[in-house]
């Protein structure tokens, strides 16, 4: 196990620079997400770290060791990419064997490594049979199991999940937190995907245009995002957002209501935004934060999501359990004050 460090690391490519100075101290044994829309450089700044990819500037360290210099192979890690290469004429034994190829180990140590490998990904009764015969789920393990027999410091997952459907990939989602709890080595992972990266990580790294936009545990990115980009791109549906005006007793939605919210900042332009899981039908007696028609129903069996035409806006609201309204019902809808959250329109950042 190890710790990493990226420190200011940069990367240009022919004249545009991708990277903009990364900062980020992982901790040992800690699980990373890097997650951010595609073209973010999170595949840029995981190749770094292998060393795959020239630094332009900036330093990498693994575990207290300066590696800018070192190759792939001399810096204690392993690696699983989205289009995992398995060998189709190799058994699974022979495939997660071959991460070992180059380790000096005798055979027996090796064939006891490949077992203990296969036991902790239960794959024991797989070994002697060819790619083609497991499923998608299997090889992909295979292909984990070959970074595994390695031990090393620390692995690196570049969308591994990618490519599989749905199913698979949250039950291999489990799979990998599952193993992360029983070897504790430090994983560095990468993904578009924010479901991924809400329940797999212990921190998450929000990046956007070769920037880290804000790095915390997945309830605090959730809670208290530091940014309008940080806001929507984390929690699906994505947060509502409406811009407006501050003035005397709340901010004025542009082509929508006033809503009572204070701002504790000067700024002019403000922008409102209210999770769908916190926009709520009101209830007799509960204050009314805005009302509107309802425009879609969409019931996904715990909860319904309401789409209520607002002013100029659409918003999405939650309701519990199935809830019986249709389009063109007329809704009230509430919000509790402290998860309302407000950006400096100007700026983008929270408030
Ligand atoms: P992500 O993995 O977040 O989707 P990448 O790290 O692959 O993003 O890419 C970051 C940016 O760097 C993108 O704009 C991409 O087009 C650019 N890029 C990646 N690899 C190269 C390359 N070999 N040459 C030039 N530009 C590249
Ligand atoms: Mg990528």
Redo the contacts with the bound molecule.
Sequence with gaps: MATVSLKNLTKV??K?E?LHGINLDVEDGEFVVFV?P????????LRMLAGLEEVTDGDVLIGDKYVNNLEPKDRDIAMVFQNYAIYPHMTVRKNIGFGLHTSGLSKPDKEKRIEEVAQILSMTELLDRKPSQLSGGQRQRVAIGRAMVRNPAVFLFDEPLSNLDAQLRTQMRLEIKKLHQRVGTTIIF?T?DQVEAMTLADRIVI?KD?HIQQVGTPSEVFQRPKNMFVAQFIGAPSMNMLPGTQVKGGVQIDGGPLLPVVAQNEAAKITVGIRPSDLHLAQDGQAVLMEGAVTIVEPLGTETLLYVQVGDHEVIASASGRHEASPGDKVKLTASTDEIHLFDTATEEAI
Excluded: F, L, P, Q
Excluded at 38 to 45: N, R
């Design positions: 490519y022919g545009v991708v951010g595609s073209g973010c450089g999170k595949s840029t700044t990468v578009h990046m070769g």
